[in-house]
């Protein structure tokens, strides 16, 4: 079964990818590497899409797809820094456990 | 062992170990370097899946942009005199804990679920996206467009210094 390249090669590698996606987003308290995690989490969504579309159900939707995840990704990224370089302006710090005066 | 299959534990080597580095590496900086490995591993595979169009577009996308992107505010938002302490961890057990249980489960539906594979010619790909995309994703391909420009009004507005008027 693992002699040549399969479905399962793929989706593996993306479980992987997502888990430590999955990992960074919940240990690290920077919000820059917070967002690394959430592009790793997309990224290994990416790579079962892609490899469903090629071993599964053909045609283009799984490329389409995951070409819109990755435009979406993008305008996140874009807009998650806009909001971190505004909050490091306003309180010299991106510690999500020191952005805390929405509490008080 | 087959030709793709070395090329196969090559990237997926790349994108895992990147991966990897993300979460743990002591230093920012490392866990930006590790994205991009683990980015160039996910191209290889694309181009592994015969999805051409879409390795060259995570590419000039992911690295050509997120990724520089990422590594602007590293650079902007952690003084290098404490870069040490820039890259904290809280709760590593439990996340290694989370880690182990998750990755479990999907390496085992992975591996052991019965998929119903088909073998499906592979043919270049980049026409038949096009096509799709002003065909059947017409509309998807506009809600982007106009999702694009709301991102990038909203970048502007949120990131420009504030100009007070007194």
């Given at each position: 079964m693992m002699e040549h390249l399969s479905l399962s090669h793929f989706l593996v590698v993306g479980g992987l990818l997502f888990c430590f996606g999955l990992m960074t987003v919940l240990t690290r308290r920077n919000a820059v590497a917070m967002l690394m995690g959430i592009e790793l989490i997309l990224n290994g969504a990416n790579v079962n899409l892609v490899a469903f579309n090629h071993y599964v159900a053909g045609g283009m939707s799984g490329q389409i797809f995951a070409l819109f995840v990755i435009v979406l990704a993008a305008a996140e990224a874009a807009v998650g820094l806009a909001i971190i370089l505004a909050i490091y302006q306003m309180i010299?710090?991106?510690?999500t456990a020191n952005i805390a005066s929405l509490r008080q | 062992m087959p030709t793709n299959l070395v090329v196969f534990y090559l990237f997926a080597l790349a994108a895992v170990v990147g991966a990897a580095g993300v979460p743990m590496s002591k230093n920012i900086f490392w866990s930006a370097m590790g994205l991009l490995s683990a980015l160039v591993g996910v191209a290889g595979l694309y181009v592994l899946l015969s999805a051409d169009f879409l390795a060259v577009t995570q590419l000039l996308?992911?690295?050509?942009?997120v990724l520089v992107l990422i590594i602007f505010a590293v650079m902007l938002t952690s003084q290098i005199k404490e870069i040490e302490v820039s890259n904290q961890n809280v709760g590593l057990v439990s996340g290694a804990i989370l880690f182990a249980l998750t990755g479990t489960l999907l390496c085992f539906v992975a591996i052991w679920a019965p998929w119903k594979v088909v073998l499906l010619q592979s043919h270049e790909t980049t026409t038949d996206i096009g096509n799709g995309l002003l065909g059947a994703w017409l509309l998807p391909f506009e809600v982007t467009s106009v999702v694009l420009l709301a991102t990038l009004i909203g970048a502007i507005v949120v990131a420009r210094k504030e100009i007070k008027e007194d």
């Open positions: 010299r710090t991106i510690d | 996308v992911y690295i050509g942009g």
